[in-house]
């Protein structure tokens, strides 16, 4: 019988690990056997707090283990991305990574870059509100927050013998709605 630490996924991943390394910059077996462990170690934290079992036999935790082993692996075979680098470098531990954040993965990377354009666009919406008239009344009242600050559009979105659907956005709290 096997125990958990000699599971054939655990050795499968350790050696897929020391493949990713390239010729001129080898991941050691240290690093390798590390990051494994720590994916196994998260997957086992993430079972604990989902009150699941961390075993093999449990579907959750397989499946735990297998998707953080395959955000590690694009993340490290991704040319773009930083973090095989960060790790051949020292500059993070590869014990560490898996317990990392996707901006602290990669720092410049596509989550980053959705949450920066995010934070302009809430930024951008704030300077408009500000910017509002005080006498502004809109035709419609929010549901949410009863406010008359609200904008609309209208567009056809069904057959030409049915009336236009209107897109209604508060300007007060950003609810959005829509009626025929």
Not at 76 to 95: A, F, G, R, V, Y
Not at 137 to 155: A, D, E, I, L
Request: proline share 6%; with cysteine.
């Amino acid at each position: 019988m096997e125990t958990q630490n000699q599971h054939p996924a655990r050795e499968h991943v350790r050696q897929q690990i020391t493949a990713l390394g390239s010729e001129d910059a080898p991941l050691s077996h240290a690093v390798s056997v590390n990051l494994e462990k720590a994916i196994f170690l998260y997957a086992i934290e993430r079972c604990k707090v989902r009150m699941s079992t961390p075993s093999w036999e449990n579907p959750s935790f397989r499946h735990i283990y297998k998707q953080k082993w395959v955000t590690m692996k694009s993340l490290l075979t991704t040319k773009e991305c930083p973090l095989m680098d960060m790790i051949q470098t020292k500059k993070i531990k590869s014990w560490e990574a898996p317990k990392m954040g996707p901006c602290e993965l990669w720092p410049k990377g596509p989550y980053h870059t959705t949450r920066e354009q995010r934070r302009i666009q809430d930024a951008h919406k704030q300077a408009l509100a500000l910017e509002d008239k005080e006498g502004y009344v809109g035709m419609f009242k929010c549901g949410k927050c009863k406010s008359m600050k609200t904008t609309y559009y209208q567009m056809q979105t069904r057959s030409a013998d049915e009336p236009l659907t209107t897109f209604v956005t508060c300007m007060n709290c950003s609810n959005r709605w829509r009626f025929c």
